[in-house]
């Protein structure tokens, strides 16, 4: 990775603002919550597919439908799945700038002898690139070709996940105890894990066996992993919003919002900026965040919980100390779309 601290304080802090996109990408997504605390009943309105849909679907809203979400993957499915992050990030006195990576991995369910199923991830990949040019981190190397298998009960839950001792090891052979240190929110297996099992829990979890009503909407809690391994706790609205036809499943159309408070938010900005320095060579600046909000869009089968499109939004609102400007408002906005492509 290039030492961004040898282009000047300046442009030193720039280039730390925009490679946080890569500390936010592999966090898991605001979602479910699980145990609603307000439910209303609305009656929502007709809207597009998010773009990630090759064909999009026609939504349905048979208004008060009470349905069953079942955790029941067929075994033996395989699909590889595509997640392109586009962050954008504006500062006043450095203008903005665009990063975008784009991470593939293939994703198979296996039944298992003792019940419940097998899934394993492998990493096949991933590319960024910032302001059109490449960017070459550590970590993709380290991730590539790494099976994590989860071992998950019939209820859609994880008791087990393994593999990420291998990113550690091939760190451990290549790099010394600065850089480890450095890498320590990237590597460590404890940490990576976490990651993966709150990611599942708001996608799979939350959802499995639930019954709900279209045209509800929820109201409860959720979880974040944030860049250091610490956890974020924090409110989301849930609405069931709708029946869609996914090639010939059916499929139910989840929308998710969320503001986190501005002392939640600020605990984000300092966890990125402080990570993001680190694996760079720099002093963590001083921050403050004003408010941190963001939504989901999922549209999954009712009998198996197969995700067939996903895109996130989030939006951070921070100050951020910079040498000869000084504390300066800083936007960051992201979108993560996520594909689901034929298995390799």
Known sequence: MNDPSSRGPVLGVAALFVTLSACTGGGSPPAGGEAPTTTTTTTPTTSTAPTTSTAPSTRTVPSGEELLLRFSPEPGTRYVEEVT???MRTARGIGE???????RSEWSFDAAPEGGYRVTKRH??????RDGEDFESPVFDLLKDVRVEFVVDETGRIQDIQGFDEVKARAEEQYGSEMLSALRSHIDPVILSARESAEWKVRVTDFAGRRVRVGEILEGPASEALPDGEMLDYTVATEFAG?????????????????????EAHAIAESMTA????????????????????GTSRLIELDTMRIHEEVRRRRLEMNGQIPGFGMIPMVMEETTEYRFLPPT
């Open 97 to 103: 700038q665009r990063f975008v990576s784009t991470a």
């Open 85 to 87: 992050q586009t962050s």
């Open 275 to 294: 990570q993001a320095a680190g694996g760079m060579g720099l002093d963590a600046p001083s921050s403050e965040a004003r408010s941190f909000t963001g």
């Open 243 to 263: 029946i869609e036809d996914c090639g010939g499943k059916r499929c139910l159309r989840i929308e998710q919002t969320f503001t986190v408070d501005t002392e």
């Open 124 to 129: 096949l990949g991933q590319t960024a690139n």
